[in-house]
């Protein structure tokens, strides 16, 4: 069974059977939904707490809540027996905890729980638009846009002596984003999205190789965000692709994913055996010792992004 196969069937014969009429509309909401993703917590200052319902709640989401209604008129809406379950937990957690805040805290507690249902709206759109392979397109190709738009902004703040978004941490990148674990959440998310489920949806060779470079360019943004375990996760991640397409060892294209493994690795390993010459040395240093000494934080993290990693994406 090809890679190509196995995609497809776990896809779909995991969702809703019933498949969705891929209207321009809808396309071109999905598409506008994966394009400006990266606004999510759109910051020009530095960083700070998000209270107000107006922080918490952006475009974005108000476009993901406004395809969900489009959806369920058109289409219906297919839930899992998981998000019911989420959703009905979520809720026992919200009332009590909106119960046991004060008047002056009740405002921040209401405006925290709206936004925990409205993240629960990308599962919910995730898990319905995989019924449809055009509309899967539709966000795939919004991503790649939201991608290369955003690492324009990132390539230029890694490299320029002044940042166009500034960072407390001098050497360090949050793009659009409020802070730098924002920025490598996405892309480690987006990477995993693009990498394992974008290019088998297209046939176009020239669109598979941008998807691949979008999702490279995503990888990116988890070094430019300087998260450690997460960079330590994409090590382990690119040697289990690697060792997954053995297969086929003698096509070009194995030996260029090799060629650029091999490239990535001896930066990861130079900055780690020196890490008095760069700044992602030092990070990268200081995480490893940090995980020797048997802190359980750093270990956990890295778990939790090696099982992202398998997930692929958070889209459901």
């Not at 779909?12 to 994966?34: E, W």
């Not at 249902?117 to 599962?123: Q, R, T």
């Not at 409020?178 to 974008?198: E, H, I, K, P, V």
Request: with cysteine.
């Amino acid at each position: 069974m090809s890679y190509k196969d196995l995609v497809s069937r776990n896809l779909y014969q995991r969702a809703p059977a019933a498949t969705l009429a891929p209207s321009v509309l809808k396309q071109a909401l999905l598409f506008g939904v994966g394009v400006i993703l990266p606004l999510i917590s759109f910051r020009t200052g530095l960083a700070r707490a998000m209270a107000s319902f107006s922080e918490r709640v952006t475009p974005v989401d108000m476009l993901v809540i406004a395809t969900i209604l489009i959806l369920f008129v058109a289409d219906g809406i297919r839930l899992h027996l998981s998000v019911v379950l989420y959703a009905g937990a979520l809720i026992v957690a919200m009332t009590i905890s909106m119960l046991w805040a004060s008047p002056a805290r009740f405002p921040n507690a209401l405006t925290a729980s709206i936004a925990l249902l409205v993240v629960l709206c990308y599962w919910v759109l995730g898990y319905n638009v995989s019924r449809s392979a055009t509309l899967t397109r539709a966000l795939l190709a919004g991503v790649v846009v939201g991608v290369l738009w955003e690492a324009v902004i990132v390539v230029h703040d890694y490299f320029a002596a002044s940042q166009w978004f500034i960072d407390p941490m001098s050497g360090r990148v949050r793009g659009t984003f409020r802070a730098s674990g924002q920025l490598g959440a996405y892309g480690f998310s987006s990477a995993g999205l693009l990498l394992a489920l974008g290019w088998p949806m297209f046939q176009k060779r020239w669109v598979r190789g941008l998807i691949v470079g979008a999702g490279v360019l995503a990888m990116f943004f988890v070094i430019a965000a300087s998260r450690r375990t997460g960079i330590l996760a994409l090590c382990a991640w690119v040697v289990l692709i690697l060792l997954l397409g053995l297969r086929r060892f003698r096509s070009p294209r194995y030996w260029a994913v090799l060629a650029a493994a091999l490239v990535f690795v001896a930066v990861i390993v130079y900055s780690v055996a020196s890490p008095e010459a760069t700044f992602l040395g030092s990070r990268l240093s200081s995480a490893v010792a940090v995980i020797g000494t048997g802190d359980r934080t750093p270990k956990c993290s890295f778990s939790l992004r090696c099982s992202m990693s398998a997930r692929g994406s958070p889209w459901g």
